[in-house]
């Protein structure tokens, strides 16, 4: 069955060679806008359901091709992961003999070790601003770039729960009582729980010390706690907190519990804009970069950017509006979540 992108082209994907065929067309989409668009969509369905189709032309896309390449980051970041040097090569030329966000960019996209050396090299000898952190990259005062989020992506499907004790046994619950995710609930600005993940699932995602990391919101759109074994947050700041209106007390309405099921990326997602919220009942992804709406958060003990885990709608639990992300450090066991204001 042909991809039919959102922008009215139709194109086939059943073979390799079809997919051979969208690389050629890379090289017209330079100079039309709206191939490059139409083709922006279909390549983000080639990442997730034919990866294995595209990387043979890696080296080729960038290259000869990448004007036309205009794909969102987090499908650069899967298409272009574990290019050869060459490729590397190329792009930190390019940015040496013309700074370019986007070349930054796809070389960091690239993700192996020379890569993340020469984009730090690059970085550091730049004088002017640069936005890999919102991309989920971080260039530490000596060494490599480190990339901030694992590769490997799953997509969150929400499922219904039957009742508390349902709730509670999931492996990935939605809607949990305060006091289980926190070790001092009415002392803390946070009013809601989105989700809790369990941290063995998440392949990518360094070692936590607790059994599951929480995405929880606060009113405000950041808010980061501290975390032990026990997995609850304690040394709860919220940033940016919007004035208090009325308190909010929904958290423990029934029909808004839920269970989280994590999927691979397959052909049994809808893709379509270039992301898969489209797909009935999911409502994210862990893994990928951060989408880059907001200001990425570093880590308020040690500074180093944090852990992107993963980004959902509010829908996953009505809050708020628009997208909330769960972020973590590793080393100082700290969770950062961002979630909009109500509007
Ligand atoms: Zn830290």
Known sequence: MPFRSIHGA???????????????MLGPAATNQRLRDALCDVFAYVAGVHLDWFLPH????????????????????????GAPDTCVEHLARRVRDRWSEDHLESLAAIGTAPALAAVADLVRGH??????????????????????????LLAVERRPVADLAELLAVDHPVGLPLDRVLREPAATPVEWHFLSLRAAALPGVPEWPAERMHLLGAGGWEVA?????????????????????????GNDDPDSWGAVVLRPYDDTLVYSNSHIHSTPDVFGTVGGPPIGVYSNPSCRSCGRLMFHVATLTNQIREYADGFCSLYICEDCHVTACTAPNWN
């Open 225 to 249: 706690g501290s975390v032990g074994e026990d997995g609850r947050w304690y040394d709860v700041i919220s940033e940016h907190r919007a004035p208090a209106e009325e308190p909010w007390n």
């Open 10 to 24: 139709e194109f086939a994907v059943d073979t390799p060679a079809d997919v051979a065929a969208l690389v050629d």
């Open 58 to 81: 890696q080296e080729r896309v960038v290259l000869e091709l990448l004007d036309g390449f205009g794909v969102t980051f987090d499908t650069r970041c899967t298409l272009l992961h």
């Open 127 to 152: 004088d002017g601003k640069h936005e890999l952190e919102d991309a989920g990259f971080w260039v530490p005062p000596a060494g490599p770039a480190q990339q901030r989020f694992s590769s490997h």
